[in-house]
């Protein structure tokens, strides 16, 4: 669940659970039911950054779970208020390249529309080539029968349009502006509270059978049926469920900049470094809009069929989808790292010849665009 993807689990007999939630206001005991006066969700998002959104417009979007009841826990303020950006702002160093995955995604949410009122920059070539000069290749979206391969938006843009998004439709969700300070999983009508210090004790609270109970900064609470991680690479929300990760550190920092052009550009640049990558080329959300259009598609198809949304057989559709995507990225982008960090002769003729194989086979040339465009094929021969 690191960086900006989705983690999430059913809270049942096994105990498994994620979750991220709104807060909550008096009245929403009686609106959206409650167990011994704490309100119910069917569904809790904490986070409410561009993933955990975008999570929330998809479900709002899907006539099968718009009228799901969806709480969201963020503190940030920014989600209570309207932000208005002028043209003239200076532009937000934190962007992301969007591919046409994802472009698609906010149109079939309705947030691109909102997208486009702001600064956006599409485009449709790309070049890369590495250090020593051997490796060059260019990609072309008309090499692939796509208009652009990629766009880049400030993340304020992409995160507002998200907000105003989910504000214009008939949704039923509560924003809660506080912290998730705690999680009960309850595996049985006994329950182990588990805090953020990740001490447990065999405290029994009053939780029900097949829910989870969020504790909130502001001393409030609820229950939800399914809880949705999309709090970031740091989540509390995967520490207090107990989920398990594998990663490993590069020991490389980055320097962001914002570059300003005499004359339109709609070339995207990088070179390969033994020291990491120097590029016209911001990238780090793409895979986690993938999770949110995912997930929001399962739990769709577990409604149409009468399942419960956060039953683990439902849910393990969603992990054998996204699964693979996001390993084979992981595999992609750590396999650039290791085969640059050794500036060795054998080895750089070897890179040099892999970037012209990719220039100058047309198959594999198509399946690299199509794969960076956000489609799940693998840059292999097809």
């Known amino acids: 669940m690191g960086g900006g993807s989705l983690a999430s689990a059913r809270i049942k007999e096994e105990g498994e659970g994620e979750v991220w939630l709104p807060p909550e206001s008096k009245e929403l005991g009686n609106k959206y039911g409650s167990k011994n006066n704490v309100p119910q969700y069917d569904i809790a998002i904490v986070g409410g950054g561009m993933v955990g959104m975008a999570l929330a417009c998809s479900l709002a979007s899907i006539p099968l779970t718009k009228q799901l009841t969806v709480a969201i826990i963020d503190s940030n303020p920014a989600l209570g208020r309207e932000d208005r950006f002028k043209k003239d702002d ?120 097949g829910l989870a109970k969020l504790e909130l900064s502001d001393g409030s609470s609820l229950y939800a049926k399914l809880v949705v991680g999309a709090d970031g690479s740091k989540s509390h929300v995967r520490e207090l469920a107990g989920f398990k990760t594998t990663g490993w550190k590069y020991s490389q920092n980055a320097v962001i900049c914002t570059v300003e052009h005499a004359v339109d550009n709609q070339c995207a640049w990088q070179r390969f470094l033994p020291a990491g990558p120097v590029a016209l080329l911001p990238i780090g959300v793409n895979l986690g809009f993938g999770d949110a259009s995912a997930l929001s598609r399962v739990i769709a198809e577990g409604v149409a069929v009468g399942s419960d949304i956060g039953e683990v057989t439902v849910l393990k559709r969603y992990e054998a989808d996204r699964k693979l995507a996001n390993i084979t990225m992981m595999a992609i982008l750590d396999g650039f790292q290791k085969a640059y960090s050794v500036d060795f002769g054998p080895l750089n003729v070897l890179r040099a010849a892999a970037f012209h194989g990719s220039q100058y086979i047309s198959p594999l040339k198509r399946n690299i665009i199509s794969f960076a465009s956000g489609e799940q094929r693998l840059p292999l021969f097809s």
């Not at 588990?194 to 609270?205: E, P």
């Open 90 to 209: 200076p532009p937000d160093s934190r962007v992301s390249t969007v591919t046409p995955a994802t472009i698609s995604f906010y149109k079939e949410v309705g947030a691109w529309q909102y997208v486009q009122q702001h600064r956006h920059a599409y485009f449709d070539k790309m070049q890369v080539w590495d250090y020593t000069g051997l490796g060059y290749t260019r990609y072309d979206a008309r090499d692939a029968d796509k208009e652009v391969l990629g766009c880049v938006v400030e993340n304020k843009v992409l995160h507002r349009s998200l907000l105003s998004c989910i504000q214009n439709k008939d949704f039923q969700k509560t924003i809660y502006p506080s912290k998730l300070t705690s999680m009960t999983l309850s595996p049985s009508l006994s329950s182990v509270r588990v805090g953020v210090d990740g001490s447990s004790s065999g405290t029994t609270t009053s939780t029900c059978r």
